[in-house]
């Protein structure tokens, strides 16, 4: 069976505190409110130079680190995950394969907003079978701090820069009991989007209610049914969109919250970066060993409407 062999992850250099984020603009808001609705104390914005595709390459990086650096030359296939590219093109996969050097990869985005990984995922499971040797790089990438409107206290409280990186080591064949449900479905509301506004900047806007529902009544009973699919479940590493969410999930599923780890009040939301910067820093605690004996769902749920599920051992 293929295997995932090795994570990695980078945050910028910058944490922003709810208290700085209030006082450098002006909201109408308090870091008690903050904490008490998101669970959010913290986010990382990265640097003016800093790009998408400069904040994967890192995290590309600190995976690579760990392993022989040899390995670059025989990726196959660079996939990345990301809503906030401001390009469009030549893509951040196709950046990222420059910095790398990875001159004989295929290279590609793919834009599921905050389910973007697990749509990654899937779609590197599937394409990796036609490699018999080599590896597959899936990327979740982020700079939600250049398409924020800091004036807008319902989504500038909530997102952050960061990137987190995984690694497939193919043979050919799948990952180990994998299995994916995934779905989609127009949002004629527009409960999250990014757009002109009327200042002709492109932002995010997000109707609050509108989520809070779509979690509610569709991700959370998807999730259920396909956690209930499988025989045995070690974590849940979920999308970090509010804390929230994470105490919805363990009282609909009836498991610990210890088996649904989060990040959130650290890095806040991430969108696509989420999922594989909290499973780097479960494998840094060796909470997840990467030795092929744990039963993992990973979840993610966001804009579109997308969400979906994907499992397997790790």
């Given at each position: 069976m293929s295997?995932i062999?090795?994570?990695g992850?980078y945050l910028?250099?910058?944490a ?8 450098v603009n002006?909201l109408d ?7 008490q609705?998101?669970g959010?104390k913290?986010r990382f ?7 998408v595709?400069?904040?994967?390459t ?8 760990k392993l ?12 990345v995950?990301?809503?906030?590219q401001r ?13 790398l ?5 295929i290279s590609?985005d793919i834009n ?13 499971e599937k394409m990796?079978k036609?490699f018999?040797?080599g590896?597959?790089l899936?990327i ?6 250049q ?13 952050g ?5 995984m690694?497939?080591a193919n043979d050919?064949e ?11 479905q ?7 989007a990014v ?5 002709g900047n492109i932002?995010l806007?997000?109707?609050?209610r509108?989520v809070f529902n779509f979690?509610?009544?569709?991700v959370l009973p ?13 974590y849940?590493?979920?999308h970090q ?5 994470i105490?919805?999930m363990s009282?609909?599923?009836k498991?610990?919250?210890s088996k649904?780890p989060?990040?959130?009040d650290?890095?806040?939301n ?9 499973l780097n820093?479960l494998?840094?605690?060796k909470?997840?060993?990467?030795d ?8 993610g ?5 997308t969400?979906?599920?994907?499992h397997?051992?790790?």
């Amino acid at each position: 069976m293929s295997r995932i062999i090795a994570t990695g992850a980078y945050l910028p250099a910058k944490a922003v505190s709810n208290t700085e984020l209030i006082e450098v603009n002006q909201l109408d808001s308090s870091t008690e409110w903050i904490e008490q609705r998101t669970g959010i104390k913290q986010r990382f914005f990265a640097n003016d130079e800093e790009t998408v595709a400069s904040i994967a390459t890192n995290a590309v990086d600190d995976l690579l680190s760990k392993l022989d650096e040899d390995i670059r030359q025989d990726i196959k296939l660079i996939i990345v995950a990301t809503m906030s590219q401001r390009e469009y093109t030549p893509s951040t996969a196709n950046k990222v394969q420059l910095n790398l050097n990875c001159h004989n990869a295929i290279s590609f985005d793919i834009n599921a907003a905050c389910s973007g990984f697990v749509y990654a995922l899937d779609v590197a499971e599937k394409m990796s079978k036609s490699f018999l040797s080599g590896y597959t790089l899936v990327i979740g990438a982020e700079k939600m701090s250049q398409i924020l409107d800091f004036n807008d206290r319902g989504t500038s409280i909530l997102f952050g820069d960061g990137a987190g990186a995984m690694l497939i080591a193919n043979d050919g064949e799948g990952l180990p009991e994998y299995d994916s449900s995934l779905y989609s479905q127009g949002d004629e509301n527009l409960s999250i989007a990014v757009a002109p506004n009327e200042e002709g900047n492109i932002t995010l806007t997000m109707n609050g209610r509108d989520v809070f529902n779509f979690v509610q009544r569709t991700v959370l009973p998807s999730l259920d049914q396909f956690a209930n699919k499988q025989e045995s479940l070690d974590y849940i590493i979920s999308h970090q969109a509010n804390y929230r969410f994470i105490k919805m999930m363990s009282k609909k599923l009836k498991m610990d919250l210890s088996k649904i780890p989060s990040n959130i009040d650290r890095i806040g939301n991430v969108s696509a970066g989420s999922i594989p910067i909290l499973l780097n820093e479960l494998v840094e605690a060796k909470q997840i060993r990467l030795d092929g004996t744990q039963s993992v769902v990973m979840t993610g749920f966001g804009a579109g409407l997308t969400w979906g599920e994907v499992h397997t051992k790790l």
